[in-house]
Structures are given as structure tokens and as C-alpha cells.
């Protein structure tokens, strides 16, 4: 255990404002997703996930609720951390801005970089975006609206400490030359370089002083330490950072090997995070990879407009597998996706219920009626069987090559383009026709055996994306073995087991019927 290579992994933490909805949940899922992947090529995970619980507008909100801030953050944080279970999120950490350590080392970062000079005491005037905690200078803020949100700048001034980001603008440009897969997809790292870097860096408000719902700033408690310098800094203390060295767990798994954000959010994580390590004189994460937006619709989800749909409300309908396997293949890796109810059933049917639990149900009921359950072996061959296993080759190395760059929605593809072909099996090799043939029964224990293969492989290959209906394929061929590495040679599967019955994986869906139990569910809210 102690030889295995370390792979450490975050998501953004979920701004504890409110209850997330599907488009906040991709990050969790494809991280999760990455994370058993890695896993199961034998990594020791190191998964962290959490809760961003400061800012002015959870201060607003609290105060709107009759409740403390504490207490707001408390419930939020519970029901984040409900829907993440929900979606069986496999983190290893779930940490908390609220958390004391956090706060300890935050505040101990802070007092190193205003020592080193990195940090200063000025006034503040100009232009904030509440919802993005973000503050826009006057030629930035012509429109009047955020260039995050598109909602109304209010002006605010103010006494602040400030970071000096110009300090390190060379050094990062620099880095993002030499290293440019470090920002993925490539067009996320154009748009930091074109839009931010070369016009030059403002230096950054990294306090405020007209409100109290933060991290107090020890050398000046009237100020709390803002956002940024606050929330970013969760991915090394979760790891035991405490503001000035890490321990064992630090050494072992920083720098992290990915963050996985929204594209909302990139300008902080790829321009004042590297900054603010370089200041500490960390390491930079080898890679961020900024995901396209989860769209409802043609729109971006936004409560104001009406459209937003909810993780467990999908659960309820769909289950757990198929709300994760429509996120994860959904998504392209540098377009954005989209989400309607009618696309989930559409995919579900397609995909989960007609391909893949077809497949399943109709192999195991085969074998039960031709070889009474018993695994059989494969002492004859067809025509169509040489290309089975190629396209089982190919679909192992689709799926590795494409999840190693985090094309998850291409390494699902790979995977399912092996359920589609198994199904063309059934249709060229026709059993039902063979098992009438006693001269024949060779050949159909060959076809027989190779489904039982080909749905064995897609059970490993799909662990990570629908993690439950993986574990089932797998239990039903009493199969234990669930490592990568037992995908990638066809034929493990052994003679002479016995499978389990016929099961339904996913039920096919009444598309009118759900679509008119959905819109009577909306209309009672």
C-alpha cells in the first residue's frame, strides 16, 4: 500500500449560499469519476471536495433567514454534503472554510505575505458583483454589469489590504508558456492570457472592513480576510498546510495533479492561485481543467429565470446511474452541454436501457437457458469473433487514453461503442438459431462466452462512471476483480462459474408518461 503512486484530486468547494442544482454537481461527479479511474489503476486517491462558507452575501442571507451566519453555513454545508452522498461522491476529504484549522492557517498565510510585502493596506473605490464577490475596476465596469454574471455592479469604497498581483505577472506568463498543458481545454488558457495577463494584473482586494462574516485578520481584526485568498487556499489545507509548513499527508500528495472548476471561475484559479503559491513558495498544481457549463437548455441555470433543475429531484426519476451516466456523457470537454428533461430520458432509453441493460439481461437469460447458468467454454469460433475482441481492445484503450485527458463524455463513447458491437453479435451470430443444432453447441458456448466477456469488460470499464449498476453487471458473473487491469486482456472470465438471473439494469422509460408526471410535480411546487 505504502508503494502506491500518489494522485491527489479537488473539486471547486460549493459556495454554501443555497442548495446546489445539476449544473453545481458536475464538478463532483466528473472528479469522482476520475478519481475511482485512478483508483482503479491503482493510485492512492486522494479526493477532496467542501464548502466555501464566507462572504458578505452569506452574511445578507443569514441575516434574511432570523439565523447566525454559523448557523446558515451549518444547514447549507449538511445539505451540500447530503447530495454529494447522494450522488456517491467518494471523497476522502470534505473540508469546511468554517473549519478551525482552515481559519488558523489562513490567517498565519495572511500575515506572511503583508511581512514579505506581498500584501498592503490602501482604500478601495470601485465597482462589485455581490453574487461573484468580485470587484471590477471603472473601465472594466463600463457596461455596468459583471463580466462574470451579467448582473448589476454596485459602487463601494472602502478601506482594504490589497495583494500585489503585478509582482508576479512575468513569472506566471512565463510558467504558462513553459507548461502549456497546465490550463485545459487549451482555448481556457488563450482566454486568461488575452484577457487578463497581457492587458496586465490589478492588484487584488484581499480583505474587507464592511463586513464581519470572514476570517478575521490578526493583525487588524476590523478586516476579514476576502474570498479568494480564503477559499483558494482549502486544496493545501485540507492536506495539513498550516500556513507556514505541511506535514506528512502534504509531502505526500502536493502539488495536486488536477482541480477540476467551471469556466466561471478560472481567472481565480489560474491567475491568483498559482500567484498566491508562488508567493508562499509552493508548488503550482500540475493542471487545471476548467469544464464547460451544464446549460438548461439553451440557457445557463439561474433561479431568477425559472430553469433550474435539481440533483435529487433527477435522482427520483432517473436513479442515481442514470443522473451520473447523462452528466458525464452529456458533457463535451470544451463545449458546453445541455439539459432537458426530454434529452435524460432519450439518452437513458438509448444508451443505459436499450444497449447496455439489454445486453446484460439478454446474455444472462441465455445462459441460463442454453448452459443452465454454468459459464461455458468457448471450443468453437464464428466469423464475428475476431472483431468482438478488437473492438474490446479498442474500447480499453478509448477509454484509458480519453480519461487520462479528462475527455470523460469521448471515454464513455469508447466504452458503449463495445455494448453496441456485442449487440450486432447477438443479431449476426443468432443463438436462438445455433442451440437448435446440437452439432453447433460448441459454437454457442463461444458466443455465449464472449458476451459474458464483453459485458465482464464493461463492467470494469464503467465503475467510475455508474459505480452501482457496475458492482451488479459484475456480481451477476461473479466476478471480484475489478481493476483496470482486468479489462485489458479479453478471455479472464472463468470456465465453469455461474452467473446469477436475468435482472432489468434500467428499466426503458414511458417518455409521455414521465415528461407528464415531471410537469404535474413542477406544477404543485
Known amino acids: 500500500m505504502e508503494n502506491k503512486k500518489a494522485f491527489y484530486i479537488t473539486t471547486a468547494i460549493a459556495y454554501a449560499s443555497g442548495k446546489p442544482h445539476i449544473g453545481n454537481v458536475y464538478d463532483p461527479v ?13 493510485y492512492d486517491v486522494f479526493f477532496c471536495t467542501g464548502t466555501d462558507e464566507h462572504g458578505q452575501k452569506i452574511e445578507n442571507k443569514a441575516t434574511a433567514a432570523g439565523v447566525t451566519p454559523q448557523q446558515f453555513v451549518d444547514g447549507v454545508a449538511g445539505q451540500i454534503k447530503d447530495i454529494w452522498d447522494m450522488l456517491g461522491i467518494s471523497y476522502d476529504h470534505f473540508i469546511r472554510t468554517t473549519d478551525s484549522y482552515h481559519i488558523s492557517a489562513v490567517q498565519k498565510i495572511f500575515e506572511r505575505l503583508l511581512a514579505q510585502g506581498d500584501i498592503y493596506k490602501d482604500k478601495y473605490e470601485g465597482w462589485y458583483c455581490e453574487p461573484c464577490e468580485s470587484f471590477f475596476t471603472d473601465t472594466q465596469a463600463e457596461s455596468g454589469v459583471c463580466l462574470d454574471c451579467g448582473r448589476p ?17 512575468d513569472r506566471l506568463m512565463k510558467y504558462i508558456d513553459e507548461n502549456p498543458d497546465f490550463i485545459i481545454p487549451d482555448s481556457r488558457r488563450k482566454e486568461m492570457v488575452n484577457n487578463f495577463l497581457k492587458p496586465g494584473l490589478q492588484d487584488l482586494c484581499v480583505s474587507r472592513s464592511s463586513f464581519t462574516w470572514g476570517i478575521p485578520v490578526l493583525s487588524d481584526p476590523k478586516h476579514v480576510t476576502y474570498v479568494w485568498l480564503d477559499a483558494l487556499t482549502n486544496y493545501i489545507t485540507a492536506l495539513g498546510f498550516d500556513g507556514e509548513q505541511g506535514g506528512e499527508k502534504y509531502a505526500k500528495y502536493w502539488p495536486a495533479d488536477v482541480h477540476i472548476i467551471g469556466k466561471d471561475i478560472i481567472r481565480f484559479h489560474m491567475i491568483y492561485w498559482p500567484i498566491f503559491l508562488m508567493a508562499l513558495g509552493e508548488p503550482l498544481p500540475k493542471k487545471i481543467f476548467a469544464h464547460p457549463w451544464m446549460l438548461s437548455g439553451m440557457d445557463k441555470m439561474s433561479k431568477s429565470r425559472g430553469n433550474v433543475v435539481y440533483p435529487d429531484d433527477l435522482i427520483r426519476h432517473f436513479g442515481l446511474d442514470g443522473v451520473r451516466y447523462y452528466l458525464l456523457s452529456e458533457m463535451p470537454f470544451a463545449s458546453d452541454g445541455t439539459i432537458t428533461y426530454e434529452n435524460v430520458i432519450l439518452r437513458y432509453n438509448n444508451d443505459l436501457a436499450n444497449t447496455l441493460g439489454n445486453l ?49 463524455s469521448d471515454a464513455l463513447d469508447a466504452v458503449f461503442s463495445l455494448a453496441r458491437r456485442a449487440n450486432k453479435y447477438i443479431d449476426e451470430t443468432a443463438p436462438w438459431a445455433l442451440a437448435k443444432d446440437e452439432e453447433k453447441r460448441p459454437v454457442l458456448a463461444t458466443v455465449i462466452y464472449n458476451l459474458l466477456e464483453c459485458i465482464r469488460i464493461l463492467g470494469v470499464l464503467l465503475t467510475s462512471a455508474i459505480p452501482t449498476s457496475a458492482e451488479k453487471i459484475l456480481a451477476s458473473l461473479g466476478v471480484n476483480d475489478q481493476t483496470l487491469e482486468s479489462a485489458k486482456e479479453y478471455g479472464k472470465l472463468a470456465v465453469g462459474g455461474e452467473v446469477g438471473e436475468s435482472f432489468v439494469l434500467f428499466a426503458r422509460i414511458d417518455s409521455q408518461k414521465k415528461l407528464a408526471e415531471i410537469e404535474a410535480e413542477n406544477a404543485a411546487k
Not at 455592479?153 to 505577472?169: D, G, I, N, V
Request: glycine share 6%; aromatic share 14%; net charge neutral.
Open 30 to 42: 466528473a472528479a469522482d469519476a476520475v478519481a475511482r479511474f485512478k483508483r482503479s489503476q491503482g
Open 153 to 169: 455592479l454596485r459602487r463601494e469604497h472602502e478601506e482594504a489590504y490589497f495583494f500585489k498581483m503585478s509582482k508576479y505577472q
Open 360 to 408: 446484460v439481461a439478454r446474455t444472462l437469460s441465455m445462459t441460463k437457458k442454453y448452459f443452465g447458468g454454468v459459464i461455458p467454454s468457448p471450443e468453437g469460433t464464428t466469423e464475428f469473433d475476431e472483431d468482438l475482441k478488437a473492438t474490446a481492445k479498442a474500447a480499453y484503450d478509448g477509454y484509458v487514453n480519453n480519461m487520462e485527458e479528462y475527455h470523460l
